[in-house]
């Protein structure tokens, strides 16, 4: 039952993603690394990617609870570009249901986000606090002028209930935002987000 429910599953992900997905746009072939670095892309990037694991690599600064700096890159996957229309300059972060105010997913128990889960009303609430293991949700790469250098990675999806090899998303294409608040205002404002178009060749 439940591999009738994959292949179905497999079926609806790639017809929903090539009926909202527009072929005229230009691409970004990245399938020989799987190496996303989110701060280097521009506002708006389709990129062609193979189905072995993703590694996004990004600036951010230390998560810091003790003094209210809650410095995170938030980054949301869903099936359709839909999730785009809400993401635009000066808008409210509260206004934006899978950025708002409490939509963080909790990781698991190791601490980390084993799989990069599909939904448009939360998302990964990515952090890297030194002085707390429980709130290191990506690796460390470097350090400089209390910046830090990090990356994330994931070589699966959780949509609705099922976890899916990204082996098995030939064809499809997954919509993803990433957005960090630079200043902690609250508001998206311009080269604060980056909206991601990934083709699984």
Known sequence: MKTIIAVLTVFLLVWSCQTSFQADEKYLDLSDTNIIRIDELAEETNIYV??????FIFRIKPYDSV???????????YLDSSIFDYVKDNTDKNEIPFFSFGTGMAPSRSGRYDDLVINNKANHYLVYDKDSIRDQRVDLMSEDNGHLLVKVSFDKIFNQGIQMDFKSLSGVTLYLIAYYDKNLNDIVEKGEYKKLALIFK
């Open 50 to 55: 193979s189905q072995a694991e993703l590694t």
């Open 67 to 77: 003094n209210k700096k809650y410095y995170a890159y938030r980054l949301t996957a």
